[in-house]
């Protein structure tokens, strides 16, 4: 347990107080930070059965914020997820809990740098931040080969920082440039819709993601095959993508969750509805993610569900489908089928933004 007196910033009648920042350990329970900062275990048993259950599964490294007078609790602050925590507040009357949001401290950076060995180690040495390297290298998925770079090619990214206690909580790429002897792109995230685009307006992906995955091989192709468990030659209507159990599997486009659930052969399953008559299918997964139901809004990228051997499957992987009005049709064919592209007011309005931010942020797009 970290301890530190504040003496600068907080006012005068605070100075007997004292603030600790308890890192949540492997071995932490909820009712044993009660137990042993001498709280009333009431407070577990009061609390509203769902955040009974957040504070049963607070993750490891989680920052609790606890200010004692004279060893007594006078207030204690535990994140319950990304947004809100759970207050703890000694009154007159004993102690209270309420649901509070959590408030982040944000930094804007520029990193620049060049990259001389692995994409995600340079970017480390630079930034001293893991994920900014995947968040980067995703962003450019359907543009840059990153396995194969040329020497010397610059990088440029504006970041935000979302910080809380001194520790980075989350980064945002705001704008990355990746520039060498063969190719010069930008991107910018427009703030209206949350997705990449080029100076022009141009969507750094297409409308789907080339996969929902990433994978070790492809088993089986859209087409006729000799099924391996019915032994008879059927119609495969999708891609079968290996990898590991638990691999997160991603909506390939913004849409719609219209079913979640098991389907006789194809196990544990999710469909989702997307703009211009597509429909996607994610099957024998091992399990979802909180928050994927029927009814639920997705967008491009974001986990849907684990890769799994659920139903009727000789091995852990995922099949794949893509339905147009009806009809299953090869995925391989969506592939930057259909780019994105601003027109009208919403260019008008993103061309503005990015002006303003390549002045403010003193960014050469050439
Ligand atoms: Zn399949």
Same mark, same amino acid.
């Given at each position: 347990?970290?301890?530190f007196?504040?003496?600068?910033?907080? &006012?005068?009648?605070?100075?007997?107080?004292?603030?600790?920042?308890?890192?949540? #350990?492997?071995?932490?329970?909820f009712? %044993?930070?009660?137990?042993?900062?001498?709280?009333?275990?009431?407070?577990?048993?009061?609390? &509203?059965?769902?955040?009974?259950?957040?504070?049963?599964?607070?993750?490891? %490294?989680?920052s609790?914020?606890?200010?004692?007078?004279?060893?007594?609790?006078?207030?204690?602050?535990?994140?319950?997820?990304?947004?809100?925590?759970?207050q703890?507040?000694?009154?007159?009357?004993?102690?209270?809990?309420?649901?509070?949001?959590?408030?982040?401290?944000?930094? /804007?950076?520029?990193?620049?740098?060049?990259?001389?060995?692995?994409? *995600?180690?340079?970017?480390?040495?630079?930034?001293?931040?893991?994920?900014? =390297?995947?968040?980067? =290298?995703?962003?450019?998925s359907?543009?840059?080969?990153?396995?194969?770079?040329?020497?010397?090619?610059?990088?440029?990214?504006?970041?935000?920082?979302?910080?809380?206690?001194?520790? @980075?909580?989350?980064?945002?790429?705001?704008? =990355?440039?990746? *520039?060498?002897?063969?190719?010069n792109?930008?991107?910018?995230?427009? &703030?209206?819709d949350?997705?990449?685009?080029?100076?022009?307006?141009k969507?750094?992906?297409?409308?789907?993601?080339?996969?929902?995955?990433?994978?070790?091989?492809?088993?089986?192709?859209?087409?006729?095959?000799?099924?391996?468990?019915?032994?008879?030659?059927?119609?495969?209507?999708g891609?079968?993508?290996?990898?590991?159990?638990?691999?997160?599997?991603?909506?390939v486009?913004?849409?719609?969750?219209?079913?979640? %659930?098991?389907?006789?052969?194809? #196990?544990?399953?999710?469909?989702?509805?997307?703009?211009? %008559?597509?429909?996607?299918?994610?099957?024998?997964?091992?399990?979802?993610?909180?928050?994927?139901? @029927?009814?639920?809004?997705?967008?491009?990228?974001? /986990?849907?569900?684990?890769?799994?051997?659920s139903?009727?499957? /000789?091995?852990?992987?995922?099949?794949?489908?893509?339905?147009?009005?009806?009809?299953?049709?090869?995925?391989?064919?969506?592939?930057?089928? @259909?780019?994105?592209?601003?027109?009208?007011?919403?260019?008008?309005?993103?061309?503005?933004?990015?002006?303003?931010?390549?002045?403010?942020?003193?960014?050469?797009?050439?």
């Amino acid at each position: 347990m970290k301890k530190f007196i504040l003496l600068i910033f907080i &006012p005068i009648f605070l100075l007997a107080y004292k603030v600790d920042i308890h890192k949540w #350990g492997n071995k932490d329970t909820f009712y %044993g930070f009660l137990k042993q900062n001498s709280l009333p275990l009431s407070i577990y048993y009061n609390l &509203p059965p769902k955040i009974k259950r957040y504070v049963r599964a607070i993750p490891r %490294g989680e920052s609790v914020f606890i200010l004692k007078d004279n060893n007594i609790i006078k207030q204690a602050l535990i994140p319950i997820n990304s947004k809100q925590q759970l207050q703890i507040i000694k009154t007159e009357k004993g102690y209270v809990t309420k649901i509070v949001p959590i408030v982040y401290e944000t930094v /804007t950076k520029h990193v620049s740098t060049e990259i001389n060995n692995y994409l *995600s180690y340079d970017l480390y040495k630079a930034t001293k931040l893991r994920s900014l =390297a995947s968040k980067l =290298a995703y962003i450019f998925s359907d543009r840059i080969n990153f396995r194969a770079i040329p020497k010397n090619t610059k990088i440029d990214i504006v970041y935000k920082e979302k910080i809380k206690f001194g520790e @980075v909580k989350d980064v945002k790429i705001l704008f =990355a440039k990746i *520039s060498n002897k063969q190719y010069n792109i930008s991107a910018f995230l427009n &703030p209206y819709d949350g997705r990449y685009y080029d100076s022009r307006g141009k969507s750094l992906k297409g409308m789907f993601l080339a996969a929902p995955l990433r994978y070790k091989r492809i088993s089986s192709r859209f087409g006729m095959r000799f099924h391996p468990i019915l032994h008879k030659w059927r119609m495969h209507d999708g891609i079968d993508y290996v990898n590991r159990i638990g691999t997160p599997i991603h909506a390939v486009a913004d849409g719609k969750v219209i079913f979640r %659930g098991w389907i006789r052969g194809y #196990g544990r399953t999710v469909k989702i509805r997307h703009k211009n %008559g597509y429909i996607t299918m994610y099957a024998h997964l091992h399990g979802y993610p909180r928050g994927i139901y @029927v009814g639920r809004w997705v967008t491009q990228g974001q /986990t849907i569900g684990y890769l799994g051997n659920s139903g009727l499957s /000789t091995g852990p992987h995922l099949h794949f489908a893509v339905m147009r009005y009806g009809k299953w049709i090869n995925p391989v064919r969506l592939k930057n089928s @259909v780019k994105v592209t601003l027109y009208g007011k919403q260019r008008k309005k993103f061309l503005a933004y990015i002006q303003n931010f390549t002045k403010e942020n003193s960014i050469a797009l050439k």
